[in-house]
Nanobody, 127 residues
Framework: QVQLVESGGGLVQAGGSLRLSCAHS????????MGWFRQAPGKERSFVAA????????FYEDSVKDRFTISRDNAKNTVYLQMNSLKPEDTAVYYC????????????????????WGQGTQATVSS
């Protein structure tokens, strides 16, 4: 099984930055990609960004493309989400997810493409 441990959430003013991290503990599985999703109060869980583990190909939701950066450190088994120029509408619980299989690029934005999920970390952006 794959365990995902998230950290980096917190409270920040609009325009500020947060850096989320998610470490995976895969022992027998080979991870294809890791992604970040978020869920705001009263909203559905939505895609933020993803990265393939091997080649480091990235995918972003349009609303965060110019502000967020996803990256990974293979040696640390960790994926990061650098969030800059934060807006109040970015306030959400952010979830890390791991996919074991390549289901196609369009599936990268779908929660159903991911097999394991972290516990979530709260990011709050004040106005």
């Amino acid at each position: 099984q794959v365990q995902l441990v998230e950290s980096g959430g917190g409270l920040v003013q609009a325009g500020g930055s947060l850096r989320l991290s998610c470490a995976h503990s895969a022992r027998t599985f080979s991870i294809y990609a890791m992604g970040w999703f978020r869920q705001a109060p009263g909203k559905e869980r939505s895609f933020v960004a993803a990265i393939t583990w091997g080649a480091g190909i990235t995918f972003y939701e349009d609303s965060v493309k110019d502000r967020f950066t996803i990256s990974r450190d293979n040696a640390k088994n960790t994926v990061y989400l650098q969030m800059n120029s934060l807006k109040p509408e970015d306030t959400a619980v952010y979830y890390c997810a791991a996919a074991l299989f390549n289901s196609g690029d369009y599936m990268m934005s779908r929660p159903s493409a991911y097999n394991f999920w972290g516990q979530g970390t709260q990011a709050t952006v004040s106005s």
